[in-house]
T-cell receptor
Framework: DAKTTQPTSMDCAEGRAANLPCNHSTISGNEYVYWYRQIHSQGPQYIIHGLKNNETNEMASLIITEDRKSSTLILPHATLRDTAVYYCIVIRGNTPLVFGKGTRLSVIA | GAVVSQHPSRVICKSGTSVKIECRSLDFQATTMFWYRQFPKKSLMLMATSNEGSKATYEQGVEKDKFLINHASLTLSTLTVTSAHPEDSSFYIC??????????????FGPGTRLTVT
């Protein structure tokens, strides 16, 4: 599975959009981009995933560049409850998720 | 989204005893479940892949005789930590795969079980 690179940490003001980048320059054609987050002492929570088109759901939007070498997770109106570690993971099919260090997002009031 | 439960959520046991952790997919059938372990301030580490009706596949460095995995039905997988030692104290998390569309899957995680071995 392709390796991903994310910033170690980010801050975001409450109510503003949080844009979390992820680099996956070695992604192959059949690999999906997944985003999960983990709030302290809880199991990871699925956020969104995509292959090549941009995706949106009730939680977030996922913007994937045309060459698929990077993506951005957008939380449109961050709240204090969005403070968590966010993981960008690239996998194909029914394979287990491999977690890197992720980005620690702190939403500040 | 789909729901995965774990029981117990927290357990304290004495060194040398065994502990069983249950993972259930509540509203879908999971042919594949995964077990992870997470130490404080570290990321999740995959321990094993559990397939219904067959033997689990363990990651390198995970002792299969110490961490017994049973996946007897499409909704239940169990992890038994045998002869637990203090270094086995950790946060254990299970997950189950559900088909999301096309060839993509969504992996749903349980809330985790915090094991403390004294």
């Amino acid at each position: 599975d392709a390796k991903t690179t994310q910033p170690t940490s980010m801050d975001c003001a409450e109510g503003r959009a949080a844009n979390l980048p992820c680099n996956h320059s070695t992604i192959s054609g059949n690999e999906y981009v997944y985003w999960y987050r983990q709030i302290h002492s809880q199991g990871p929570q699925y956020i969104i995933h995509g292959l090549k088109n941009n995706e949106t759901n009730e939680m977030a939007s996922l913007i994937i560049t045309e060459d698929r070498k990077s993506s951005t997770l957008i939380l449109p109106h961050a709240t204090l409850r969005d403070t968590a570690v966010y993981y960008c993971i690239v996998i194909r099919g029914n394979t287990p998720l491999v977690f890197g260090k992720g980005t620690r997002l702190s939403v500040i009031a | 989204g789909a729901v995965v439960s774990q029981h117990p959520s927290r357990v304290i046991c004495k060194s040398g005893t065994s502990v069983k952790i249950e993972c259930r997919s509540l509203d879908f059938q999971a042919t594949t479940m995964f077990w992870y372990r997470q130490f404080p301030k570290k990321s999740l580490m995959l321990m094993a892949t559990s397939n219904e009706g067959s033997k689990a596949t363990y990651e390198q460095g995970v002792e299969k005789d110490k961490f017994l995995i049973n996946h007897a039905s499409l909704t239940l997988s169990t992890l038994t930590v045998t002869s637990a030692h203090p270094e086995d104290s950790s946060f254990y998390i299970c997950s189950a795969n559900g088909l999301a569309g096309g060839s993509s899957y969504e992996q749903y995680f349980g809330p985790g079980t915090r094991l403390t071995v004294t």
